[in-house]
């Protein structure tokens, strides 16, 4: 089955630490985003991708870096930078715009606890 | 001014009746239009798009786009139990993302 697979679902981390989320699709989607999902709050775009080796910064990257060496992964780090990481992170996917309707796919989402 | 505005809510409606969500976005540039469900602690999951003036229908859901007044709204006919989740409203400005509101959350009661 086609989809985006993300992990961990869950994931602890204590203070000063890095972390680092995965997120994998076989879509054959070329546009790839994260977002950050805080309670009863909208979703916020932190990264997107639309080709490999090419990213740009959404509305809150600070404290966040990515890469996109394949097309199929989008790995987001969460960095000891970033003040305030307890969060629901997900990651999507799209045709790339000006393809398709720009609908986005979703994965299952990974949550952050900061201890 | 928020670009994608929707209200919190919670907007409760009763087993049976017709649930309106409404959204309103600042950019006149704006293509395409997404109304997501996001039950809790979930991801969000399409439920319709809408790119062209007026109502587009699919089963019980129907969008409904103005873009003189630059709102959308999502109707849910005969509303469940299984329908209270988070709807969320997301507007493509032309370039290379989405941008979502707050959500609405709605209750049903049996």
């Known amino acids: 089955d086609g989809g985006i697979t993300q992990s961990p679902k869950y994931l602890f981390r204590k203070e000063g630490q890095n972390v680092t989320l995965s997120c994998e699709q076989n879509?054959?989607?070329?546009?790839m985003y994260w977002y950050r999902q805080d309670p009863g709050q909208g979703l916020r775009l932190i990264y997107y991708?639309?080709?490999?080796?090419?990213?740009q910064k959404g509305d809150i990257a600070e404290g966040y870096s990515v890469s996109r060496e394949k097309k199929e992964s989008f790995p987001l780090t969460v960095t000891s930078a970033q003040k305030n990481p307890t969060a629901f992170y997900l990651c999507?996917?799209?045709?790339?715009?000006?393809?398709?309707?720009?609908?986005?796919?979703f994965g299952e989402g990974s949550r952050l606890t900061v201890l | 001014q928020k670009e994608v505005e929707q209200n919190s809510g919670p907007l409760s409606v009763p087993e049976g009746a017709i649930a309106s969500l409404n959204c309103t976005y600042s950019d006149r540039g704006s293509q395409s239009f997404f109304w997501y469900r996001q039950y809790s602690g979930k991801s969000p999951e399409l439920i319709m798009f809408i790119y062209s003036n007026g109502d587009k229908e699919d089963g019980r859901f129907t969008a409904q786009l103005n873009k003189a007044s630059q709102y959308v709204s999502l109707l849910i006919r005969d509303s469940q139990p299984s329908d209270s989740a988070t709807y969320l409203c997301?507007?493509?400005?032309?370039?290379?993302?989405?941008?979502f509101g707050t959500g609405t959350r709605l209750l049903v009661s049996p």
């Open positions: 999507a996917s799209s045709i790339r715009l000006g393809q398709g309707t720009g609908e986005l796919f």
């Open positions: 997301a507007v493509n400005n032309g370039f290379q993302k989405l941008v």
């Open positions: 991708s639309q080709i490999v080796n090419d990213f």
């Open positions: 879509l054959n989607h070329d546009a």
